[in-house]
């Protein structure tokens, strides 16, 4: 599971962006954080700090391991779509070898639209996950191809232009094509009305009863069934098309493994390479069984400094959550940072055994937590350019309860977003009094980073399945709940005394700033991000949303917590701290009850009560006010380059890091240099 961070309400969820390209000065550190601004995006770099001190040989690791990183790419954009690749081929032939007047408004949109396609890998929103709407027109797009060489477009076999085109340009201009990436509406068959590439031919009852009918409710050990595998019907018959070397996107991966073993050559340790040679062993055989000896291989290296993140991980992507997206993860522990995390980690039983969850539903023995605070060397696949700012991982349920788990915060992305959205004017908009103002200014960036410590250190690792519940038993509500019980788990713990007592809150009332935060995103701020008329799909904002509109009903008799209006706007104000405490323990008692039982009925009703509609007239409001401070909602990041240096006998002497890359130089460089896949991927 991962923290997005777009979890944080602060304005470090918000920062400085809007309209057309433009670049950006230097903070007052002399490193542009800023590279660049278009759409709904800002695109922002991060720091590597650290990695000079690493040794040669560390280096060396990271750069391998970066390599096999990068050459995933690919996957993740057909898995978002099944003509991604193919259209993003097309527009970059288009945006390098066009010889029209560049400066005309048709290509200037059409360059906007292919860095949107490059942020989302893909042509739907990221996060909205609605599909794009060209600026540019169709006439000029199908112009543009055909005065194009045609060895440059990505054409099949005796396929012509014009077939292409046909082909494609529906795609990208029909809104009613393809009009979601995934979908999440309750009473619609959720495979059929989604575009991502999870599955061909199938629908939702289909899908379903295939991997109902392979479980055994009495396996304690489950495998995470359909996790790297695309399900098709052929022939009348369901069958899985593996992701593996000899199978789908096996070009990739072949890519990949081959800079695991460079990897697996300079590992720390033993059991560092243990984890990279199971990791291969998996990518060879397709098998989850290697997998889930993969991941417990992983979660019990803790020695190591540098780490990673490569494979098939989260299924957010999939309308079923059961699939999942590729993505990887190159970094070395803060070792200055992580004593916060390793406190929490060390008091883990503590936490688990205080909870205010039903004793049948917590764990006796929290085995194997350990946390972090990691520095992100690269980013990639599903977490590049947009990223998580914490990771908990493996996901599956009888690992984490019998091996434990891994947390981390990436500490220098969580940064990096901090130091660019400080005084951007969205306090000062959306909060109510100087007294919030003034808690947010002393307590935000602390409370915000422990919050997210918690969430993925304890929430996520928390409770437990009862005897014979299956893990998917939520279907496509699971992967809300679970981000609720992880965000519950952190609010309510914010406000224990135990925290002032660790040392890891400086005061009583600092916990105020992210109950304040929190409740003024689910209720109001985070809005921004959805189109007027629009319902809430995406599981982070639904568990958002339902938290902070239960809590909203369930105290309202008390006023705990309020809507009021001032200068004709509407704020948050919340009037009893303790008491909303206390509700957001009743709703982690009622969520671990559900994730611990598997009551889909309950789940399907607490999310659909409280998660998914928007009153459309606070909407508006909202997207009124948010335009007025020329804000962007959503931001990424371009990563630094790595260069392998070798002395004249090939002998590596040095890993040198950069930051001067530009945004589209990055995207075209990494199209060119990391793009191993066929355009059709069957």
């Given amino acids: 599971m991962k923290t997005s961070i777009y979890s944080m309400a602060l304005a470090a969820t918000l920062l400085v962006s809007c309209g057309g390209a433009k670049k950006t000065t230097a903070d007052a550190d002399k490193f542009s954080y800023t590279v660049e601004r278009f759409a709904d995006l800002q695109i922002l ?49 288009v945006y390098t070898n066009y010889t029209g007047d560049k400066n005309s408004s048709d290509f200037k949109a059409m360059e906007i639209y292919l860095k949107r396609v490059w942020f989302s890998n893909g042509i739907h929103h990221h996060y909205g996950a609605e599909k794009f709407t060209p600026e540019f027109s169709q006439a000029f797009l199908k112009e543009a191809v055909a005065g194009i060489d045609s060895s440059k477009l990505p054409l099949e076999k005796g396929e012509s232009i014009e077939q292409l085109c046909e082909l494609l340009l529906p795609v990208i201009f029909d809104p009613k094509v393809m009009p979601k990436r995934v979908n999440q509406a309750d009473g619609e068959d959720l495979i059929l009305t989604s575009a991502c590439n999870y599955y061909d031919g199938v629908t939702q009852s ?154 049948v539903y917590k764990k006796e023995q929290v085995k194997g937590v350990s946390a972090k605070v990691i520095t992100a060397a690269i980013l990639a696949g599903d977490l590049y350019p947009a990223t998580a700012i914490g990771i908990n991982l493996p996901n599956a349920n009888w690992i984490r309860a019998q091996h434990g788990s891994k947390s981390v915060t990436i500490g220098n992305i969580t940064d990096a977003y901090n130091k660019a959205s400080h005084g951007n004017g969205f306090n000062e908009e959306f909060v109510y009094s100087e007294v919030e103002k003034k808690l947010i200014d002393s307590y935000g960036d602390l409370t915000g980073d422990l919050h997210t410590d918690l969430h993925e250190c304890l929430g996520h690792g928390s409770g437990k399945l009862l005897p014979g519940v299956d893990p998917d038993a939520l279907k496509a509500y699971g992967a809300t709940v679970e981000e609720a019980r992880a965000d519950l788990f952190g609010l309510y713990y914010m406000a224990d005394p135990k925290l002032v007592e660790l040392k890891l809150l400086p005061d009583e009332n600092a916990y105020k700033a992210e109950y304040y935060t929190f409740l003024m995103n689910g209720l109001m701020t985070q809005l921004v991000r959805i189109q007027p008329g629009g319902i809430i799909e995406e599981a982070h904002m639904r568990n958002r949303q339902l938290i902070a509109r239960w809590v909203f009903e369930k105290g309202a008799a008390d006023r705990v917590v309020e809507l009021v209006k001032k200068d004709g706007k509407t704020y948050v104000v919340v009037n009893d701290y303790q008491k909303l405490r206390q509700l957001f323990g009743d709703l982690l008692s009622e969520i671990q009850r559900i994730k611990s039982t598997g009551d889909l009925k309950a789940a399907r009703l607490l999310v ?75």
């Fill in 45 to 93: 770099r991060y720091k590597v700090p650290g990695f000079e001190e690493l040794s040669l040989k560390q280096k060396e690791l990271i750069y391998y391991l970066t390599e096999a990183a990068l050459e995933g790419r690919d996957i993740l954009f057909d898995q978002n779509g099944k003509y991604n690749l193919r259209i993003r081929r097309l527009l970059e032939a």
């Fill in 206 to 359: 289909e899908a379903e009863a295939y991997y109902d009918a392979l479980k055994d409710p009495k396996d304690e050990t489950p495998i995470s069934y359909g996790l790297n595998s695309r399900l098709v019907k052929k022939d009348g018959k369901l069958q899985e098309h593996t992701w593996k070397v000899g199978g789908l996107y096996s070009a990739a991966i072949e890519k990949m493994v081959y800079w695991l073993k460079k990897a697996e050559g300079v590992a720390e340790n033993d059991q560092q390479k243990a984890v990279i040679a199971q990791l291969i062993r998996f990518y060879e055989t397709g098998d989850l069984k290697d997998f889930d000896d993969y991941a417990i291989l992983w979660v019990k290296d803790l020695d190591s400094r540098i780490d990673f993140v490569n494979g098939f991980t989260e299924t957010y992507g999939d309308p079923l959550g059961m699939k999942a997206s590729w993505e990887s993860l190159v970094n070395f522990k803060d070792v200055e940072a992580t004593q916060r995390a390793e406190l929490i980690s060390r008091n883990a039983q503590w936490f688990e055994d205080h909870s205010p969850v039903d004793k």
């Fill in 608 to 682: 659909e009560e409280y998660a998914v509609k928007v009153d459309p007239a606070l909407h508006r409001e909202i997207l009124d006010r948010f335009a007025k401070l020329n804000l962007a909602p959503y931001k990424g990041f371009v990563n630094p380059k790595y260069e392998l240096v070798t002395d004249k006998n090939g002998v590596v002497t040095d890993v040198k890091v950069t930051y001067e890359e530009g945004y589209a130089e990055q995207m075209l460089r990494y199209s060119k240099d990391y793009s191993p896949l066929p355009s059709v991927n069957n």
